[in-house]
């Protein structure tokens, strides 16, 4: 059974830093992209971050230079280190697995978690 949990949100205030987790199962011995996006109220859920199977990954503009992903394989775990934070990084955080492949097997499915709020004061 597919599974994604996020975990490490929480509120802190401006310039401070937290490290969002979010651990899959269900995907042994399959390789994925993993992705975290976040959602404000209100607002489209938007890019944040992904990290590709050959462990490449992108940002979006808003968080470069603030925010790092990884992955730990092992544990089935992707990382989102979020450092000097602002308050416009208030939202929502999801984590997303797709372009998953399982040996020759491909899922087309795509996977969320249910989100891990985070809200950075002023």
């Known amino acids: 059974q597919v599974q994604l949990v996020e975990s490490g949100g929480g509120s802190v205030q401006a310039g401070g830093s937290l490290r969002l987790s979010c651990a899959a199962s269900?995907?042994?011995?399959?390789?994925?992209?993993m992705s975290w996006y976040r959602q404000a109220p209100g607002k489209e859920r938007e890019f944040v971050s992904v990290?590709?199977?050959?462990?490449?990954?992108s940002y979006a503009d808003s968080v470069k230079g603030r925010f790092t992903i990884s992955r730990d394989n092992a544990k089935r775990t992707i990382y989102l280190q979020m450092d000097s934070l602002k308050p416009e990084d208030t939202a929502m955080y999801y984590c997303?697995?797709?372009?998953?492949?399982?040996?020759?097997?491909?899922?087309?499915?795509?996977?969320w978690g249910q989100g891990t709020q985070v809200s950075v004061s002023a």
């Open positions: 997303k697995a797709d372009r998953i492949r399982c040996g020759a097997e491909v899922l087309y499915a795509v996977y």
């Open positions: 269900g995907f042994a011995y399959c390789t994925h992209d």
């Open positions: 990290i590709h199977t050959d462990s490449s990954s």
